[in-house]
Structure formats: structure tokens, C-alpha cells
């Protein structure tokens, strides 16, 4: 969930698809787990259960973003890769096509995996789960989530704020997982992924298509706000860590 890596310092393409299967793994291991510990440790109260939840998540995403950044830009979900590659198309700053495609499936498969790790941990066992969330809202919800997540990375990108992408985007989720109805997916890879833990933080497999559909609609939507408010990047932002570096060297 990172920003784009430049070009000219990208890694190898199998070190960043390895940062993209275990940022997206863990990532899902910890959404997963705290619910999982919330519903154990609450179990009398939804809200709160719902506060540990989204407190973990944005504390774990914020460090995993942290971790991962400067490998393979922590995207960690497909459509914020997806536009990576469509806004970096002309300025040749984006993945590749193929590129888009490895991550993807490193994406998907490190969020199934995580899953599984978060099950095995807690003793839960593995099975479809049977929460079924897609109601008009909850779709609405993940529209507007997601859309709100990729127009603050790409902002930042475009604004030289890099820096700030990690608490920022931790901050959003966190913020998101309390103002949208559907406790802000905003993650094809972790969508997918959810449906294989029948615990506080599964999805039923009927609500999956919904879901994705929504997330791409509202990162489609992200692009055509994003090429009206910032139509020029005023400054390639590699990573965290890079600009990090940056601004120590002045």
C-alpha cells in the first residue's frame, strides 16, 4: 500500500514478489487474528471487538508498510498495483504489465497463506466462511474505501509526502474500518483471502464478486480524481524508506 518504486533502484523482480507475498500474507494473518482475539477476548461486545480489530490492523499495517517498502513499495493489494501501472504508463515510472501480473498472484496467494497462518495459530479450524456482507451499503462502502485509499497513496506520491504513506495509510484504515458499514476491505487479495477463515473478519464466498466489483469501481474512480486534482506528480517518491533518505540528504 506503499508507494511506487522507481525505476532506476527497483529490485529484482523475485525479491519484490517475495516482500509482496509476505506483506500481503502477514497483513491478512494480522486482520485475521485480531479478530479472532477480539471475538475471544469480547465476546459479549461487538464494538469492541471492532475497536481491537481495527487498532491491530492499523498498527500492523502501518509497520508491515514500514518493513516492506523499500523492496517492492508494500502495495500489498491488486488495485493499488493496477494503478501504479496506469498512472505510471507515460511517464514510464509504473510497473510493467507483466509485472502487474506476478504481483497479483504473489498478492493473492500471500493473503491465502496468511489465513491460514492466523487459523493455525488461534487452533481454528480452516473452512469457508459463511459471513454474508453484500448488501447495497457494504458495496457503496467499499466503493468509497477504496477510493479514499488510493487517491491518499497516490496524492502522496504525487506531492512528495512519501514519507508520510505509512501512518497515513494505517491511520485511514483504521479510521475506515469505523465510517464505511463494511469495515473497509478495500483489498481484493484480502477479500479473497477472508473468505477462507470462518471467524470476525471472514466473508462468505457469495459476497466476494460484489466486493472486488465495488473496489475496482472505486479505484477507477480514484484515477479520474486523482488526473483532475494532481495531474503532474510535482516529484517521483520511490518508497518510505527512500524518502526518508532523501530528506536526511537534504
Same mark, same amino acid.
Given at each position: 500500500?506503499?508507494?511506487?518504486?522507481?525505476?532506476? #533502484?527497483?529490485?529484482?523482480?523475485?525479491? !519484490?514478489?517475495?516482500?509482496?507475498?509476505?506483506?500481503?500474507?502477514?497483513? %491478512?494473518?494480522?486482520?485475521?487474528? $485480531?479478530?479472532?482475539? =477480539?471475538q475471544?477476548?469480547?465476546?459479549?461486545?461487538?464494538?469492541?471487538q471492532?475497536?481491537?480489530? @481495527?487498532?491491530?490492523?492499523?498498527?500492523?499495517?502501518?509497520?508491515?508498510?514500514?518493513?516492506?517498502? $523499500? +523492496?517492492?513499495?508494500?502495495?500489498?493489494?491488486?488495485? +493499488?498495483?493496477?494503478?501504479?501501472?496506469?498512472?505510471?504508463? !507515460? *511517464?514510464?515510472?509504473?510497473l510493467?504489465?507483466?509485472?502487474?501480473?506476478?504481483?497479483?498472484?504473489?498478492?493473492?496467494?500471500?493473503?491465502?497463506?496468511?489465513?491460514?497462518?492466523?487459523? *493455525?495459530?488461534? /487452533?481454528?479450524?480452516?473452512?469457508?466462511?459463511?459471513? /454474508?456482507?453484500?448488501t447495497?451499503g457494504?458495496?457503496?462502502?467499499?466503493?468509497?474505501?477504496?477510493?479514499?485509499?488510493?487517491?491518499?497513496?497516490? =496524492?502522496?506520491? !504525487?506531492?512528495?509526502?512519501?514519507?508520510l504513506?505509512?501512518?497515513?495509510?494505517?491511520?485511514?484504515?483504521?479510521? *475506515?474500518?469505523?465510517?464505511? #458499514?463494511?469495515?473497509?476491505?478495500?483489498?481484493?487479495? %484480502?477479500?479473497?483471502?477472508?473468505?477462507? #477463515?470462518?471467524?470476525?473478519?471472514?466473508?462468505?464466498?457469495?459476497s466476494?464478486?460484489?466486493?472486488?466489483?465495488?473496489?475496482?469501481?472505486? @479505484?477507477?474512480?480514484?484515477?479520474?480524481?486523482?488526473? +483532475?486534482?494532481?495531474?503532474? =506528480?510535482?516529484?517521483?517518491?520511490? $518508497? +518510505?524508506?527512500?524518502?526518508?533518505? /532523501? !530528506?536526511?540528504?537534504?
Amino acid at each position: 500500500m506503499d508507494l511506487p518504486v522507481s525505476v532506476t #533502484s527497483r529490485p529484482p523482480l523475485w525479491r !519484490r514478489l517475495c516482500a509482496e507475498f509476505l506483506g500481503t500474507g502477514l497483513l %491478512v494473518t494480522v486482520v485475521v487474528g $485480531s479478530g479472532v482475539a =477480539a471475538q475471544r477476548l469480547s465476546p459479549t461486545d461487538v464494538g469492541l471487538q471492532l475497536l481491537e480489530n @481495527s487498532i491491530t490492523t492499523a498498527l500492523g499495517l502501518t509497520v508491515l508498510i514500514l518493513l516492506f517498502g $523499500s +523492496v517492492s513499495g508494500a502495495h500489498f493489494n491488486p488495485v +493499488v498495483t493496477a494503478t501504479d501501472w496506469m498512472l505510471g504508463r !507515460r *511517464a514510464q515510472t509504473g510497473l510493467s504489465l507483466p509485472d502487474v501480473g506476478a504481483y497479483v498472484v504473489a498478492q493473492c496467494l500471500g493473503g491465502v497463506a496468511g489465513a491460514l497462518l492466523a487459523n *493455525a495459530m488461534f /487452533d481454528v479450524p480452516t473452512s469457508i466462511s459463511t459471513t /454474508d456482507r453484500a448488501t447495497g451499503g457494504h458495496l457503496l462502502s467499499e466503493v468509497v474505501a477504496t477510493a479514499g485509499l488510493i487517491m491518499l497513496i497516490f =496524492a502522496l506520491a !504525487r506531492t512528495g509526502r512519501g514519507a508520510l504513506a505509512a501512518p497515513a495509510v494505517g491511520a485511514y484504515i483504521g479510521a *475506515a474500518y469505523w465510517f464505511t #458499514s463494511s469495515t473497509s476491505f478495500a483489498n481484493p487479495a %484480502v477479500t479473497v483471502a477472508r473468505m477462507f #477463515s470462518d471467524t470476525f473478519a471472514g466473508i462468505a464466498p457469495g459476497s466476494v464478486p460484489g466486493y472486488v466489483g465495488a473496489q475496482i469501481i472505486g @479505484s477507477a474512480l480514484a484515477i479520474g480524481l486523482l488526473l +483532475v486534482i494532481f495531474p503532474v =506528480a510535482t516529484r517521483v517518491t520511490a $518508497s +518510505v524508506a527512500e524518502s526518508e533518505l /532523501d !530528506r536526511q540528504l537534504g
